[in-house]
């Protein structure tokens, strides 16, 4: 089993969206337990810059110039973290994080993205409808888009495609109506049908199996809450029917964090506002905790 020092970054970025709300998701994770489960610092809560609710004319990206000063910003922070030989939790914000933790990455080698969220991420600027860069993360971390979002400090991508992996995402109806780009060929994929034929612990070892090569230096872990079915987990901005269960996140998180190549995680979209009897919190908290305090021994 890993022996990990465990780090909370608070990242409440909400610029990759039109709405607010899920910049509370950081303290509500923390009032209901969550550091003191798995015993972990709290290395501070990052400031973020105001928004702007007219997109970038010349990315077609809500916030872009903010998104792209702020990563840095982000990337310091999770890298003083793992400077210090811990393993950084960052507690969101939008899914545009992730291009704040990947950049703290790419400074330091070639590193692997476990990308489980309910949506590919995938869109261009001009596809996606609101310009909401939390619909194009994954797409901009593998050098996908503009490049004042795809190039920070001169690292495009900041993880290659072919070293990520699309995990239970089940957006397809949504991609077809508005034209997204597929996902490259290259990059390794497991939608929701997939696990369902699969089985998630069988996808969730392929997966980890993808990203432990030889070539790779580790791999972040980007979760967003709404990967989860939607009647377990209302309290995301963009509802999708379905998703996964509590036991089926818990087990592909056990998986992962039993590698020692796993090296960070990252927490998005879940929104406090939306979360009327706080279920939804509590139980996001018990899977995050009971993966990070006791991750599975099984072999991968």
């Known amino acids: 089993m890993p022996n990990r020092r465990y780090v909370i970054v608070e990242a409440p970025s909400t610029l990759g969206l039109a709405t607010d709300g899920v910049e509370g998701l950081p303290q509500r994770l923390l009032e209901l337990g969550l550091a003191d489960r798995i015993g972990a610092r709290r290395a501070g809560r990052l400031a973020t810059p105001p928004k702007n609710p007219t997109p970038d004319p010349d990315t077609l990206t809500l916030n872009a110039g903010a998104i792209a000063a702020w990563s840095p910003v982000l990337a310091d922070a999770v890298e003083a973290v793992l400077d210090a030989g811990e393993f950084p939790v960052v507690l969101g914000g939008d899914c545009t994080i992730v291009l704040g933790s990947m950049l703290a990455l790419r400074r330091r ?34 050098g996908y888009g503009p490049p004042l979002l795809t190039d920070l400090e001169g690292r495009r991508p900041l993880v290659r495609a072919s070293d990520s992996v699309a995990f239970a995402f089940r957006d397809h109806e949504d991609q077809a109506e508005f034209g997204s780009q597929p996902l490259p060929a290259e990059l390794r994929s497991y939608d929701l049908p997939a696990i369902r034929r699969l089985g998630v612990e069988a996808a969730a070892h392929a997966a980890v199996a993808h990203l432990t ?27 999708v029917p379905y998703g996964l269960s509590w036991d089926e996140l818990a087990a592909a998180l056990a998986i992962a964090l039993a590698s020692e190549e796993a090296v960070g995680i990252e927490i998005t979209i879940y929104n406090p506002n939306l979360d009327a009897d706080g279920s939804a919190g509590r139980g996001l908290v018990e899977v995050l905790a009971s993966a990070l305090a006791a991750p599975a021994t099984v072999p991968v």
Request: with cysteine; hydrophobic share 45%; charged share 30%.
């Open 109 to 142: 080698g070639r590193y692997g993205l476990l990308f489980i969220d309910g949506n590919a991420d995938f869109f261009q600027p001009e596809a996606e409808p609101n310009g909401e860069g939390a619909s194009m993360d994954l797409a901009f971390a593998t």
């Open 213 to 239: 090569r030889e070539e790779l230096d580790g791999f972040f872990i980007h979760v967003d809450a709404d990967c989860l079915d939607d009647a377990i987990m209302p309290a995301v901005d963009f509802r």
